[in-house]
């Protein structure tokens, strides 16, 4: 009889070695280590302390990198004919340099001739001045005669200014017709894009002459699924990078979500796992240095949590039954089986949104031979 129970102890302890598992004296102290999947791999259960803090991504989105500010200059055939485009790509503008020249021949002849028309009121005045100031000084006494002299002279200086002022006129509009055939840059940046080949034709209308980017002011635009809309907001900070440079990342925050999708139904989702579903466009305000990145970079964008919540190791979360938990280790050190509700998580941490607080001793790396108000004893760490 002794010796069955000898056996069977044996085996009970053969069964329970794998988890090294010992029970020690009444006081059930348990020492607890996973089984080792790997040599070389610590599995070691620790304690470490729940505590608030923000996971470092909750959303993955993809993006492409533009111009904050650009300029496109178009064909506009009422300006006549193009004389002259007056920069190539890869040239570097000034705000207000010329970029596009039309031919200023009608333009100029209209100008010239109503500074003729100004300069000949002018003379036409400065005779008539001299006119009456001469028939005033003719007599000593001031006659008749004198006074319908004068005043016809009168009228013809009120009438050259007239005509002075419809030539200024006529001048002003002349300059902006000038002014019209050089179309100036609005900003300082680079040309991208250089078309010398449009011509007068329907669809050349809308064909580009000139683009100019600022790669001063970048940003990123993309789409977001209908899912990740009420997990984001204005102004939360990003981290993104691109597949060009893989070594350096970028920082932004997101400027603008729509709150229309741009089309329903079916689609691609911007997240990563192609999901479907409406897609909102956003936009990220890059706040780092711009460095070597490129308009029309695609980029892989992270979305950092603005929001406080519980954290405990990925690994301190088990699953049964559809159900997650925690092992805690209670003020008496002893372990507690705790349901626990998910939030989002990272590479590392686990936000706990329900059934933890702030403080909590919790257990990593839990064995299944684990029990409920056996003491426990392991290295307390701090997550």
Same mark, same amino acid.
């Given at each position: 009889?002794?010796?069955?129970?000898?056996?069977?102890?044996?085996?009970?302890?053969?069964? $329970?070695?794998? @988890?090294?598992?010992?029970?020690?004296? +009444?006081?059930?102290? *348990?020492?607890?280590? !996973?089984?080792?999947?790997? #040599?070389?791999?610590?599995?070691?259960?620790?304690?470490?302390?729940?505590?608030?803090?923000?996971?470092?991504?909750?959303?993955?989105?993809?993006?492409?990198?533009?111009?904050?500010?650009?300029?496109?200059?178009?064909?506009?055939?009422?300006?006549?004919?193009?004389?002259?485009?007056?920069?190539?790509?890869?040239?570097?503008?000034?705000?207000?340099?010329?970029?596009?020249?039309?031919?200023?021949?009608?333009?100029?002849?209209?100008?010239?001739?109503?500074?003729?028309?100004?300069?000949?009121?002018?003379?036409?005045?400065?005779?008539?001045?001299?006119?009456?100031?001469?028939?005033?000084?003719?007599?000593?006494?001031?006659?008749?005669?004198?006074?319908?002299?004068?005043?016809?002279?009168?009228?013809? $200086?009120?009438? @050259?200014?007239?005509?002075?002022?419809? +030539?200024?006129?006529? *001048?002003?509009?002349? !300059?902006?017709?000038?002014? #019209?055939?050089?179309?100036?840059?609005?900003?300082?940046?680079?040309?991208?894009?250089?078309?010398?080949?449009?011509?007068?034709?329907?669809?050349?209308?809308?064909?580009?002459?000139?683009?100019?980017?600022?790669?001063?002011?970048?940003?990123?635009?993309?789409?977001?699924?209908?899912?990740?809309?009420?997990?984001?907001?204005?102004?939360?900070?990003?981290?993104?990078?691109?597949?060009?440079?893989?070594?350096?990342?970028?920082?932004?925050?997101?400027?603008?979500?729509?709150?229309?999708?741009?089309?329903?139904?079916?689609?691609?989702?911007?997240?990563?796992?192609?999901?479907?579903?409406?897609?909102?466009?956003?936009?990220?305000?890059?706040?780092?240095?711009?460095?070597?990145?490129?308009?029309?970079?695609?980029?892989?964008?992270?979305?950092?949590?603005?929001?406080?919540?519980?954290?405990?190791?990925?690994?301190?979360?088990?699953?049964e039954d559809g159900k997650n938990y925690v092992w805690v280790v209670d003020e008496e050190n002893k372990a507690k089986k705790i349901e626990v509700s998910l939030g989002n998580a990272d590479a590392e941490n686990q936000e706990i949104t329900s059934g933890l607080t702030d403080g909590t001793k919790v257990i990593s790396n839990p064995t299944t031979s684990l029990e409920e108000g056996k003491e426990v004893k392991a290295d307390e760490t701090t997550n």
């Open positions: 009889m002794k010796g069955n129970k000898k056996t069977k102890k044996w085996q009970l302890y053969t069964a $329970i070695g794998a @988890a090294s598992i010992i029970i020690i004296g +009444a006081a059930g102290i *348990l020492l607890f280590r !996973q089984p080792s999947q790997a #040599a070389g791999k610590d599995d070691t259960s620790h304690l470490v302390v729940a505590k608030e803090g923000t996971v470092a991504s909750s959303v993955l989105l993809s993006g492409t990198v533009t111009a904050k500010n650009e300029q496109y200059v178009y064909l506009d055939a009422s300006k006549g004919e193009v004389d002259e485009i007056l920069v190539s790509v890869g040239d570097k503008v000034d705000k207000g340099q010329a970029l596009v020249k039309y031919n200023s021949t009608e333009a100029q002849s209209a100008y010239d001739a109503a500074n003729r028309a100004i300069a000949k009121a002018d003379r036409r005045i400065k005779d008539l001045k001299e006119s009456r100031n001469n028939t005033l000084a003719d007599s000593e006494e001031y006659d008749g005669a004198q006074e319908s002299s004068v005043s016809s002279i009168d009228s013809q $200086i009120s009438d @050259a200014r007239d005509s002075r002022a419809d +030539a200024e006129a006529q *001048l002003k509009k002349a !300059q902006a017709q000038l002014d #019209a055939t050089k179309i100036l840059s609005t900003l300082e940046g680079t040309v991208v894009e250089v078309n010398r080949n449009v011509s007068k034709s329907t669809s050349a209308a809308n064909q580009v002459m000139v683009h100019v980017v600022s790669n001063d002011n970048l940003q990123v635009k993309g789409e977001l699924s209908e899912y990740n809309l009420a997990n984001l907001s204005v102004d939360q900070e990003v981290t993104f990078s691109s597949k060009v440079y893989q070594d350096k990342t970028w920082t932004g925050k997101i400027s603008y979500i729509s709150a229309y999708p741009k089309n329903s139904g079916e689609g691609t989702n911007a997240i990563t796992g192609g999901n479907t579903g409406s897609k909102y466009p956003y936009t990220i305000e890059v706040t780092s240095e711009i460095g070597d990145l490129r308009p029309g970079f695609t980029v892989s964008v992270e979305v950092k949590s603005d929001k406080k919540s519980i954290l405990v190791p990925l690994t301190s979360v088990i699953t």
